[in-house]
């Protein structure tokens, strides 16, 4: 076999038997990214492949762990007008094109050789290519996530895909922002085959070669289960895709709220072209994409996912964490049933989980094996690999097995005495470098760490429910908490899964303590005459995923109460519900968990309209109408003006934390990028006049934070 050689800066252009494999290997990175470098190198790469006689097929693939993981999200910040974002997806276009003809003018098949992650650009550019054969490796995934960064796949992603895998697959997966395995993107058609990671090179080549001349290299995507002919049949008449394409919109609008602008641009992109041919599906593309890389909600969504990765990168402190490979889980209910579950499933380490009774070990070992079932149900892992998970996770009902313990974690109820005595007895049975870590949502580490034998070794991990769903472990440190213990805990947070942010210890540290104002206020509306349904509406309309009164359902109001009380005590009448709340203590409305709260719920819990009760209940007279800019207007600048004080008083360790912490601790809408980015894109200047004024109306609770009225003053933005 002959062979020969030619290296770019970003491509290694290799022949092997007419067959070109070109790789991307993009150069001081550890991923390849889509930006100006590769894009210049490729337009030479594909000068060559289109000229070169001696090329008759082409392999295209990376010499990175990942195929391509999409733009180069920080040239976005580079283009300053929609003019200029727009003529960059131009050049982009052309250029795709241009790979696209080679097969399709010149008869010489690309076939696309993906191991790793294919998303965004890295999906598009294979989406140009006549064939795309996958890995089965567990990290080979296909997606276009260009929504959750508040753009459109533009690089022909809403053009390509729904010609490949039909129009309302491509609209689930655009939507969405949705990747899919290799199954799947086998099943739709995505992908043409799947191999082994060690025979994908070796097979891409034999591919290419074998369709050399041919004009046949696209998957059909055809699904023809009942199903799918249901679809099609939707899909290819202009009666039913109007049906689809409206069907797709109230989904969507139901979904969003209106709040997102991007997919519904990416939904108008799509029809544009399958109603208006290619040509003007391209030019609605790039048009759509140069109007929303310069919107203020893309912008939020980026500033997301920049703090992100640098909190995901964070260290926290200069220190080796122990290598944690045994757990306890003290409390196994639906908390510690989660953090046994991630903590099995993800960080794969063995949990012990300590419960009173064997019907409470049972029950916490039923929850880690719905999680197991619902992750081998969806295929993210093998049957074998939950049998193995389980294996993992054992029960006791004594201090069996804490000896050698690296790491401890109570999940119990909201009792200051209860988690000092389990503190005591932990200390009693493990070694001094077991570190010892509390679940509490709104107890200061420092008082249950009083009296301990090693307060250096008491931390709080502060999970948020459902443990297997949400991403956020909010890591709290005392001023004696060694480096050691705090590094512990948020590398096997990382383990397990999560975003980790580590705030200062004090009462409710910072996710709780920002959601009080919410809650409060949202009580003062209500005995000021605004409805339920009026307050979780307006609300649920600014971006938050429930209402304040919703979420004291979930929550429970018994538990909202007793963090309430704790809240008032460190921070006075500013956390004081107006005394209605206590009405509802006293009526036993404890919300979803007995049935009664502000919702009805039927036998099964599921939450149905207000329930009209309440209102008797909290002895309150007729509703009247708030409009619901002021509702939303008080709730969120109560909330804003909260989290601006944890970082004044050094509970926050920067704002972007602040941000990270509310976006995936509580659901804070990414498109206004958190409560910090949010004052920053009004200023702080018209967020404390408006403070002002509803201190006048309402009185000292909304008094501006101290750190808002320095950056009111000096005009210096939160984040940069």
Same mark, same amino acid.
């Given at each position: 076999?002959t062979?020969?050689?030619?290296?770019?800066?970003?491509?290694?252009i290799?022949m092997?038997?007419h067959?070109?494999?070109?790789?991307?290997?993009?150069?001081? =990175?550890?991923?390849?990214?889509?930006?100006?470098?590769?894009?210049?190198?490729?337009?030479?790469?594909?000068?060559? &492949?289109?000229?070169?006689?001696?090329?008759?097929?082409?392999?295209?693939?990376?010499?990175?762990?990942?195929?391509?993981?999409?733009?180069?999200?920080?040239?976005?910040?580079?283009?300053?007008?929609?003019?200029?974002?727009?003529?960059?997806?131009?050049?982009?276009?052309?250029?795709?094109?241009?790979?696209?003809?080679?097969?399709? +003018?010149?008869?010489?098949?690309?076939?696309?050789?993906? /191991?790793?992650?294919?998303?965004?650009?890295?999906?598009? &550019?294979?989406?140009?290519? $006549?064939?795309?054969?996958?890995?089965?490796?567990?990290?080979?995934?296909?997606?276009?996530?260009?929504?959750?960064?508040?753009?459109?796949?533009?690089?022909?992603?809403?053009?390509?895909?729904?010609?490949?895998?039909?129009?309302?697959?491509?609209?689930?997966?655009?939507?969405?922002?949705?990747?899919?395995?290799?199954?799947?993107?086998?099943?739709?058609?995505?992908?043409? #085959?799947? *191999?082994?990671? =060690?025979?994908?090179?070796?097979?891409?080549?034999?591919?290419?070669?074998?369709?050399?001349?041919?004009?046949?290299?696209?998957?059909?995507?055809?699904d023809?289960?009942?199903?799918?002919?249901?679809?099609?049949?939707l899909?290819?008449?202009?009666?039913? +895709?109007?049906?689809?394409?409206?069907?797709?919109?109230?989904?969507?609008?139901?979904?969003?709220k209106?709040?997102?602008p991007?997919?519904?641009?990416?939904?108008?992109?799509?029809?544009?072209?399958?109603?208006?041919?290619? #040509?003007?599906?391209?030019?609605?593309?790039?048009?759509?994409? %140069?109007?929303?890389?310069?919107?203020?909600?893309?912008?939020a969504?980026?500033?997301?996912?920049?703090?992100?990765?640098?909190?995901?990168?964070?260290?926290?402190?200069?220190? !080796?964490?122990?290598?944690?490979g045994?757990?306890?889980?003290?409390?196994?209910?639906?908390? %510690?049933?989660?953090?046994?579950a991630?903590?099995?499933?993800?960080?794969?380490? !063995?949990?012990?989980?300590?419960?009173?009774?064997?019907?409470?070990?049972?029950?916490?070992?039923?929850?880690?094996?719905?999680?197991?079932?619902?992750?081998v149900?969806?295929r993210?892992?093998?049957?074998? #690999?939950?049998?193995?998970?389980?294996?993992?996770?054992? %029960?006791?009902?004594?201090?069996t097995?804490f000896?050698?313990? /690296?790491? *401890?974690?109570?999940?119990?109820? =909201?009792?200051?005495?209860?988690?000092?005595s389990?503190?005591?007895?932990?200390?009693?049975?493990?070694?001094?470098?077991?570190?010892?870590?509390?679940?509490?949502?709104?107890?200061?580490?420092?008082?249950?760490?009083?009296?301990?034998a090693?307060?250096?070794?008491?931390?709080?991990?502060?999970?948020?429910?459902?443990?297997?769903?949400?991403?956020?472990?909010?890591?709290?440190?005392?001023?004696?908490?060694?480096?050691?213990?705090?590094?512990?805990?948020?590398e096997?947070?990382?383990?397990?899964?999560?975003?980790?942010?580590?705030?200062?210890?004090?009462?409710?540290?910072?996710?709780?303590?920002?959601?009080?104002?919410?809650?409060?206020?949202?009580?003062?509306?209500?005995?000021?005459?605004?409805? *339920?349904?009026?307050?979780?509406?307006?609300?649920?309309?600014?971006?938050?995923?429930?209402?304040p009164?919703?979420? $004291? /359902?979930?929550?429970?109001?018994?538990?909202?109460?007793?963090?309430g009380?704790?809240?008032?005590?460190?921070?006075?009448d500013?956390?004081?519900?107006?005394?209605?709340?206590?009405?509802?203590e006293? /009526?036993?409305?404890?919300?979803?968990?007995?049935?009664?709260?502000?919702?009805?719920y039927?036998?099964?819990?599921?939450?149905?309209?207000?329930?009209?009760?309440?209102?008797?209940?909290?002895?309150?007279?007729?509703?009247?109408?708030?409009?619901? $800019?002021?509702?939303?207007?008080?709730?969120?600048?109560?909330?804003a003006? =909260?989290?601006a004080?944890?970082?004044?008083e050094?509970?926050?360790?920067?704002?972007?934390? %602040?941000?990270?912490?509310a976006?995936?601790?509580?659901?804070?809408?990414?498109f206004?990028?958190?409560?910090?980015?949010w004052?920053?894109?009004?200023?702080?200047?018209?967020?404390v006049?408006?403070?002002?004024r509803?201190?006048?109306?309402?009185?000292?609770?909304?008094?501006?934070?101290?750190?808002?009225?320095?950056?009111?003053?000096?005009?210096?933005?939160?984040?940069?």
């Open positions: 076999m062979t020969t050689a030619e290296t770019l800066t970003h491509f290694t290799r092997d038997r067959v070109a494999i070109v790789t991307m290997d993009l150069e001081g =990175e550890s991923m390849n990214t889509l930006g100006p470098r590769l894009i210049d190198d490729l337009t030479s790469v594909v000068h060559r &492949l289109e000229t070169d006689p001696d090329i008759r097929a082409i392999v295209l693939t990376s010499a990175k762990r990942d195929f391509l993981v999409g733009a180069d999200i920080k040239f976005f910040d580079e283009l300053m007008s929609s003019e200029a974002a727009e003529d960059a997806i131009r050049t982009t276009h052309d250029l795709f094109a241009r790979l696209e003809r080679i097969h399709t +003018r010149l008869g010489k098949p690309v076939v696309a050789a993906i /191991d790793g992650n294919a998303l965004g650009g890295g999906l598009e &550019l294979a989406l140009a290519c $006549s064939m795309r054969i996958a890995t089965d490796s567990e990290r080979t995934q296909l997606g276009q996530p260009e929504t959750q960064l508040g753009v459109i796949p533009a690089g022909g992603g809403t053009q390509r895909l729904p010609k490949i895998i039909g129009i309302a697959n491509a609209l689930d997966m655009i939507l969405g922002g949705k990747n899919v395995r290799v199954k799947k993107a086998k099943a739709l058609g995505l992908v043409d #085959e799947v *191999v082994p990671t =060690e025979l994908l090179i070796e097979i891409a080549i034999d591919r290419a070669r074998k369709a050399i001349g041919s004009v046949d290299g696209k998957s059909s995507g055809l023809l289960s009942a199903s799918g002919l249901q679809k099609a049949a899909e290819t008449n202009a009666i039913g +895709r109007s049906i689809l394409f409206k069907q797709a919109r109230q989904k969507l609008l139901a979904q969003t209106g709040n997102y991007a997919p519904e641009r990416a939904l108008e992109a799509i029809r544009i072209g399958v109603e208006e041919g290619s #040509e003007a599906g391209y030019a609605a593309e790039a048009r759509f994409f %140069g109007e929303l890389v310069v919107s203020p909600e893309s912008a969504q980026r500033s997301i996912f920049f703090g992100q990765r640098a909190v995901n990168r964070e260290k926290w402190v200069d220190a !080796e964490p122990i290598d944690v045994r757990v306890a889980m003290i409390g196994g209910g639906l908390m %510690g049933g989660g953090i046994a991630v903590t099995t499933l993800k960080a794969g380490a !063995e949990v012990r989980v300590k419960e009173i009774d064997h019907d409470g070990i049972g029950r916490a070992l039923a929850y880690v094996q719905k999680v197991v079932d619902g992750r149900n969806r993210h892992m093998r049957a074998f #690999e939950g049998e193995k998970a389980m294996l993992r996770v054992s %029960g006791s009902t004594d201090w097995g000896a050698d313990t /690296d790491l *401890v974690i109570e999940a119990v109820f =909201e009792s200051l005495d209860l988690k000092r389990i503190v005591a007895d932990v200390e009693a049975v493990t070694s001094s470098r077991t570190v010892f870590a509390s679940n509490t949502s709104s107890i200061p580490i420092t008082d249950i760490a009083e009296g301990a090693r307060p250096e070794a008491v931390v709080g991990m502060h999970y948020f429910s459902p443990v297997e769903k949400m991403p956020l472990l909010e890591v709290i440190a005392t001023e004696q908490t060694a480096d050691w213990a705090l590094a512990t805990a948020v096997f947070g990382k383990r397990q899964g999560k975003t980790v942010i580590v705030v200062n210890d004090g009462p409710g540290f910072y996710t709780s303590r920002v959601l009080g104002p919410y809650g409060v206020e949202a009580f003062h509306l209500l005995n000021e005459g605004a409805s *339920v349904e009026a307050i979780d509406t307006a609300i649920e309309q600014w971006g938050m995923p429930v209402g009164m919703r979420l $004291s /359902d979930e929550v429970g109001l018994d538990v909202q109460v007793k963090i009380r704790i809240m008032i005590d460190a921070f006075g500013r956390m004081a519900f107006p005394g209605a709340i206590e009405r509802l006293a /009526d036993d409305r404890k919300g979803r968990k007995n049935r009664r709260g502000f919702y009805t039927d036998a099964n819990g599921e939450r149905g309209g207000v329930d009209e009760t309440v209102y008797d209940a909290l002895g309150l007279g007729p509703r009247r109408e708030i409009p619901a $800019s002021e509702i939303s207007e008080r709730i969120m600048l109560a909330f003006n =909260e989290a004080r944890c970082l004044e050094g509970i926050l360790r920067s704002a972007r934390d %602040g941000d990270i912490g976006v995936f601790g509580f659901g804070f809408p990414p206004r990028g958190g409560p910090f980015f004052v920053d894109q009004m200023g702080a200047a018209t967020v006049a408006a403070l002002d509803l201190a006048e109306q309402h009185g000292p609770r909304f008094e501006a934070a101290q750190i808002l009225r320095t950056h009111a003053e000096s005009g210096d933005p939160f984040r940069s």
